[in-house]
């Protein structure tokens, strides 16, 4: 397939064909980052600039070193020491990278839509960049969503990764649905591959209105529930998400203890699920919350620290499939 995706928002309108395109696309650079060297000159005079308006260890180190591993030149922006300070825009702190001969923007913001409203600007200037979305308020996380795919379809068939092979597969996604773009980016992806979602937490962090989602989705199926055991009974793979504590000031949980004792995933509650199934979590873990130590660390479960190589993979492929069709426009 020609790869024709010049930004990377959000993943809601993906097809079947542009994922597997992806996920070939990142196989072929997890052979680089296994090999001696691990590094090829696909994005050489490239410059990528991280534009990270709110604070990132996992993404923004992962598309730093997927960068370098392509030998583009790197721009990182640090928005405490910048002019917004000063009361500059963020399009213009945009536009003043963009002086400097960026190609492309891996934009991460608390407020949802800003990566769009600067790819709008980028496209309006006719300047070519491409844009990618780390990560926007409630909206999506679209390379949390590709990496979590990649990694479950490489645990399926290591050598051909394909969205085709999660078909007729349960996947449970637990914990603070409202609040996580990390959920939505998988919901629009693991239900395009044709899995059945299950979505569980408390009824205020799953609101019913999550269930319109279906009729948006793909070939998949999604279910609600604010019981944790039909959501994971034979489940093939266990998604859980960060519990972001700040929401506690909301009222929206009596106490992160409860929430463990109704929907932390333990060895004990793996029981439900399918024999081999596979834990998974974006990061960072709050131990003992959403999920238990002991199941964290078991290799026999976790694909925690899958997710995290996945995640070079697949950012190196979303650079250089969007850095290439900037270089040839």
């Given at each position: 397939?020609?790869?024709?995706?010049?930004?990377?928002?959000?993943?809601?309108?993906?097809?079947?064909?542009?994922?597997?395109?992806?996920?070939?696309?990142?196989?072929?650079?997890?052979?680089?980052?296994?090999?001696?060297?691990?590094?090829?000159?696909?994005?050489?005079?490239?410059?990528?600039?991280?534009?990270?308006?709110?604070?990132?260890?996992?993404?923004?180190?992962?598309?730093?070193?997927?960068?370098?591993?392509?030998?583009?030149?790197?721009?990182?922006?640090?928005?405490?020491?910048?002019?917004?300070?000063?009361?500059?825009?963020?399009?213009?702190?945009?536009?003043?990278?963009?002086?400097?001969?960026t190609n492309l923007m891996v934009i991460r913001h608390k407020q949802a839509g800003v990566p769009q409203a600067?790819?709008?600007?980028?496209?309006?200037?006719?300047?070519?960049?491409?844009?990618?979305?780390?990560?926007d308020g409630q909206h999506e996380h679209p390379s949390q969503g590709l990496l979590d795919l990649f990694t479950?379809?490489?645990?399926?068939?290591?050598?051909?990764p394909r969205s085709g092979l999660l078909k007729g597969k349960k996947i449970a996604i637990v914990g603070d649905?409202?609040?996580?773009?990390?959920?939505?980016?998988?919901?629009?992806?693991?239900?395009?591959?044709?899995?059945?979602?299950?979505?569980?937490?408390?009824?205020?962090?799953?609101?019913?209105?999550?269930?319109?989602?279906?009729?948006?989705?793909?070939?998949?199926?999604?279910?609600?529930?604010?019981?944790?055991?039909?959501?994971?009974?034979?489940?093939?793979?266990?998604?859980?998400?960060?519990?972001?504590?700040?929401?506690?000031?909301?009222?929206?949980?009596?106490?992160?203890?409860?929430?463990?004792?109704?929907?932390?995933?333990?060895?004990?509650?793996?029981?439900?699920?399918?024999?081999?199934?596979?834990?998974?979590?974006?990061?960072?873990?709050?131990?003992?919350?959403?999920?238990?130590?002991?199941?964290?660390?078991?290799?026999?479960?976790?694909?925690?620290?899958?997710?995290?190589?996945?995640?070079?993979?697949?950012?190196?492929?979303?650079?250089?499939?969007?850095?290439?069709?900037?270089?040839?426009?």
């Amino acid at each position: 397939m020609t790869w024709t995706r010049h930004h990377v928002l959000g993943l809601k309108d993906w097809t079947p064909e542009e994922y597997d395109t992806l996920l070939q696309t990142a196989s072929s650079f997890r052979e680089v980052l296994s090999s001696r060297t691990k590094k090829v000159p696909a994005l050489q005079g490239v410059v990528v600039t991280n534009l990270f308006f709110e604070p990132s260890t996992r993404t923004r180190s992962s598309f730093e070193l997927a960068a370098k591993r392509l030998s583009a030149d790197i721009l990182n922006f640090s928005p405490g020491t910048s002019s917004l300070t000063k009361g500059e825009t963020i399009l213009d702190t945009a536009k003043t990278y963009l002086a400097m001969g960026t190609n492309l923007m891996v934009i991460r913001h608390k407020q949802a839509g800003v990566p769009q409203a600067i790819a709008l600007e980028m496209d309006r200037l006719n300047t070519g960049v491409g844009i990618l979305n780390a990560g926007d308020g409630q909206h999506e996380h679209p390379s949390q969503g590709l990496l979590d795919l990649f990694t479950l379809c490489c645990l399926l068939d290591f050598d051909h990764p394909r969205s085709g092979l999660l078909k007729g597969k349960k996947i449970a996604i637990v914990g603070d649905i409202l609040h996580s773009r990390v959920a939505r980016s998988n919901i629009w992806s693991l239900t395009a591959a044709g899995a059945t979602v299950h979505l569980v937490g408390p009824p205020t962090l799953v609101p019913e209105w999550f269930k319109g989602m279906e009729k948006e989705s793909h070939q998949g199926k999604l279910f609600l529930h604010w019981d944790l055991k039909p959501a994971l009974e034979k489940a093939d793979f266990v998604m859980t998400l960060r519990l972001q504590k700040e929401r506690m000031t909301d009222y929206l949980l009596p106490s992160l203890r409860e929430y463990h004792q109704q929907y932390g995933i333990t060895h004990r509650r793996l029981a439900w699920c399918h024999p081999h199934v596979k834990i998974l979590h974006p990061g960072p873990v709050n131990r003992g919350v959403e999920i238990s130590s002991e199941l964290m660390d078991d290799p026999d479960f976790s694909l925690i620290q899958q997710q995290v190589t996945s995640g070079i993979a697949v950012r190196m492929a979303l650079l250089f499939l969007i850095g290439t069709l900037s270089i040839n426009n």
